[in-house]
């Protein structure tokens, strides 16, 4: 268990509709980054938060926006979803004196 | 920006034998190298990682070595079991600039065979 934690597991849902993906990261780290994997495209990075502020954006679409709350906890909005949007959604967090992201058991976004 | 690239994508290796996954990256100020394990239905976890001002780091049956001037890093797992079949990933990241946030290769299907 890497303490990381993110809800919910499994999200099924049509294309054009919104969903919202949770993180809340091991206690103590304000750093929090996610990630999407596909088959085709492996594990890429999208956007990382420290202490509510965004620090780095990656391949993020514009119909995808994150943000940290005070409790340190990240959400991920998903908006007019595409049926290339399915995959699985990660989030990982690392403190600020190690360099190691321990990363999230992951939600599976279906989009039908 | 940085490019990782990892091979081979499959591996398939008797238990007992050694699995050897080479990853090279094409931005000299990444300096650090992590190496993931994914399970099935499970998020990467960290199994070894080396910095770049370090050769060589070993961990158990589990050892990682750099090569900065070629630009490449490789995991090497010994005594191979059953257990250790799964989705290997590599990655890089140059901390400081892109504030951490990793670049990772492929993937390889590891598979020990009993």
């Known amino acids: 268990d890497s303490g990381v934690t993110q809800t919910p597991k499994h999200l099924i849902t049509a294309t054009g509709q919104r969903v919202t993906l949770r993180c809340s990261p091991r206690?103590?780290?304000?750093?929090v980054y996610w990630y999407q994997q596909s088959l085709d495209q492996g594990l890429q990075f999208l956007i990382q938060?420290?202490?509510?502020?965004?620090?780095a954006k990656g391949n993020i679409l514009e119909r995808f926006s994150a943000q940290q709350f005070p409790d340190l906890h990240s959400e991920l909005n998903l908006s007019s979803l595409e049926l290339g949007d399915s995959a699985l959604y990660f989030c990982?967090?690392?403190?600020?004196?190690?360099?190691?992201?321990?990363f999230g058991p992951g939600t599976r976004l279906t989009v039908l | 920006g940085e490019n990782v690239e990892q091979h081979p994508s499959t591996l398939s290796v008797q238990e007992g034998d050694s699995a050897v996954i080479k990853c090279t990256y094409s931005?000299?100020?990444?300096?650090?190298f992590p190496w993931y394990k994914q399970e099935l239905g499970k998020g990467p976890q960290l199994i070894i990682d080396?910095?770049?001002?370090?050769g060589e780091k070993k961990d158990q049956r589990i050892a990682v070595t750099l090569n900065k001037t070629a630009k490449h890093f490789s995991l090497h797992i010994t005594e191979t079991q059953p257990e250790d079949s799964a989705v290997y990933f590599c990655?890089?990241?140059?901390?400081?600039?892109?504030?951490?946030?990793?670049?990772f290769g492929k993937g390889t299907k590891l598979s020990v065979k009993p």
């Open positions: 990982a967090s690392r403190s600020g004196s190690s360099d190691t992201q321990y």
């Open positions: 206690s103590g780290d304000l750093s």
């Open positions: 938060y420290y202490n509510g502020e965004e620090r």
């Open positions: 931005d000299s100020a990444s300096n650090y």
């Open positions: 080396i910095r770049s001002n370090v």
């Open positions: 990655a890089a990241s140059d901390n400081g600039g892109s504030q951490g946030n990793l670049i």
